[in-house]
């Protein structure tokens, strides 16, 4: 792994009065013939946050067509929301659609929009926001960070429990549910659905290692 470069190059003047200067858990994906970068834009324990999003025809800085071009916000949440809009991630469902699933601790937990794949943005044809995880019972609604793959006939999603960025009092861990519909609902392998704070335990700390947590999964060709 190397250093290749700073994607934006600062914080968009769109996203100046959300942000203290930091921009949050990218994620890529390909489609339309290029790759989008989404990205958080908030502040630390914020429901005030946005998502945006850049584009570049190629990833190599070498190539003559590289560059991020910033193509602002997708979406974005106020204080009062039952939502908020951080930690983005893109899937395409076995029909080709594109989703984007996001969000944290707010009360109604993890959220799936639809994106039109066109403009990368939400799409004009389905505005219903899906809900896919949430901790109702729990003390804090401590679940963020989601990621989705698909795999065979299984929609595999996966969230983070608890907290992060405490240092050794971090009790991040990492939960997973699968489901038929990319939109829902996910079980875990007891039967309780995540809405309901289901979620299977995939990894937690153990010695000398706390609160592992926002994880990514790349599936190889084997």
């Not at 190539?63 to 939502?83: H, L, M, N, R, T």
């Not at 639809?114 to 505005?127: A, L, V």
């Not at 006939?153 to 960025?165: D, P, Q």
Request: net charge negative; glycine share 12%.
């Amino acid at each position: 792994w190397g250093y290749r470069g700073d994607v934006l190059g600062g914080v968009p003047p769109w996203a100046e009065a959300i942000t203290e200067g930091d921009l949050w858990a990218p994620d890529i994906a390909y489609f339309n013939d290029r790759y989008h970068l989404y990205y958080s834009a908030s502040t630390f324990g914020s429901g005030r946050s946005a998502i945006g999003v850049a584009t570049s025809p190629v990833l190599s800085p070498d190539s003559a067509d590289y560059g991020w071009v910033d193509q602002g916000k997708v979406i974005e949440s106020f204080e009062p929301d039952p939502y908020n809009a951080i930690d983005p991630n893109i899937v395409r469902d076995e029909e080709g659609r594109v989703w984007m699933a996001f969000g944290s601790w707010n009360d109604t937990g993890i959220r799936m929009r639809r994106i039109d794949p066109g403009t990368g943005m939400p799409s004009r044809t389905d505005d219903t926001v899906y809900s896919l995880a949430n901790r109702p019972d729990a003390d804090e609604n401590a679940v963020e960070a989601p990621y989705i793959i698909r795999r065979d006939a299984f929609y595999y999603l996966f969230v983070s429990f608890g907290h992060c960025c405490r240092g050794a009092d971090s009790d991040y861990n990492i939960r997973v549910g699968r489901s038929e519909s990319v939109t829902g609902p996910y079980f875990d392998r007891s039967g309780t659905e995540m809405t309901q704070g289901g979620g299977t335990l995939v990894l937690d700390g153990w010695d000398g290692w706390s609160g592992p947590g926002h994880n990514s999964v790349l599936q190889d060709d084997g």
